[in-house]
């Protein structure tokens, strides 16, 4: 897909990966709606808002909307998909990033948090997917990406909740990416397999060295590329090893 003056879809836009999609998308030539929790009507203890982002696409000469979402809400991700298409009469990248963990064994994560986790990182997925679905197959174009973790694969730090919601992502993208195909849809999931320094994992590990971690900008460019393959390539789980090794292949 040439992403210029396509219309994008970001969850989780507020900072670090996401924010760094939504910029690589911009520079690309895409117009981005911004969505997440941290806006400045409401904002987070950790730096950067929906609003920053939007401002910061709009600087590279490209639309921007920041809508803010909470991806465990319903009736949110309805009233940013309306206004999505009520805005720009169409949609054709979504990016399903926004995540949340719920740290600690398995018998000290109350349900409560275990179903936080479950509803944001993959029901969340599911209605946000759900709600621009159809206008893509009705334009037969279209390119979803899911943002996935190494933690699909092993347990860590960030629970297994976590790595339970990732590793049924991952069985989503394959799934959805068979039954859409016929309609030129992409779906794919970039799966993160190395250490990013996002505002967020920074808060979560004091005192690491971080000096070695990529930017959340290697994330961008990842996404980008992934995004701007021909729609036959679909239904792949990739790293950003995959990716480096391909485009030097190219």
């Given at each position: 897909m040439d992403v210029q003056n396509k219309v994008a879809v970001v969850t989780g836009a507020s900072r670090g990966i996401g924010r760094a999609i939504a910029i690589a998308l911009a520079?690309?030539?895409?117009?981005?709606?911004?969505?997440?929790?941290?806006?400045?009507?409401?904002?987070?203890?950790?730096p950067g808002t929906i609003d920053q982002t939007a401002r910061e696409v709009e600087a590279l000469g490209r639309r921007a909307l920041a809508i803010p979402m909470n991806l465990a809400k319903d009736e949110e991700i309805e009233a940013m998909a309306h206004r999505t298409l009520a805005e720009f009469g169409r949609i054709d990248i979504l990016v399903n990033n926004?995540?949340?963990?719920?740290?600690?064994?398995?018998?000290?994560?109350?349900?409560?948090?275990?179903?936080?986790?479950?509803?944001?990182?993959?029901?969340?997925?599911?209605?946000?997917?759900?709600?621009?679905?159809?206008?893509?197959?009705?334009q037969r174009a279209g390119s979803i990406i899911n943002i996935s973790s190494y933690a699909?694969?092993?347990?860590?730090?960030?629970?297994?909740?976590?790595?339970?919601?990732?590793?049924?992502?991952?069985?989503?993208?394959?799934?959805?990416?068979?039954?859409?195909?016929?309609?030129?849809?992409?779906?794919?999931?970039?799966?993160?397999?190395?250490?990013?320094?996002?505002?967020?994992?920074?808060?979560l590990t004091p005192g690491t060295n971080h000096s070695t971690w990529d930017k959340p900008e290697v994330v961008g460019e990842a996404a980008l590329w992934l995004i701007s393959r021909d729609p036959s390539y679909t239904g792949e789980v990739v790293t950003?090893?995959?990716?480096?090794?391909?485009?030097?292949?190219?």
């Open positions: 520079a690309a030539g895409a117009d981005v709606v911004c969505t997440a929790r941290s806006s400045e009507a409401s904002p987070s203890k950790l926004a995540a949340v963990s719920a740290p600690g064994s398995f018998l000290d994560v109350p349900l409560k948090h275990w179903d936080l986790v479950m509803n944001v990182n993959l029901r969340g997925v599911y209605l946000c997917t759900r709600a621009f679905l159809p206008t893509m197959i009705e699909s694969q092993a347990e860590g730090s960030w629970g297994l909740a976590y790595s339970v919601s990732k590793a049924a992502l991952e069985r989503l993208t394959t799934g959805l990416a068979a039954e859409v195909q016929p309609y030129n849809i992409a779906v794919n999931a970039l799966q993160i397999e190395r250490f990013v320094a996002s505002e967020g994992f920074l808060y950003l090893g995959d990716i480096d090794r391909q485009r030097a292949q190219a």
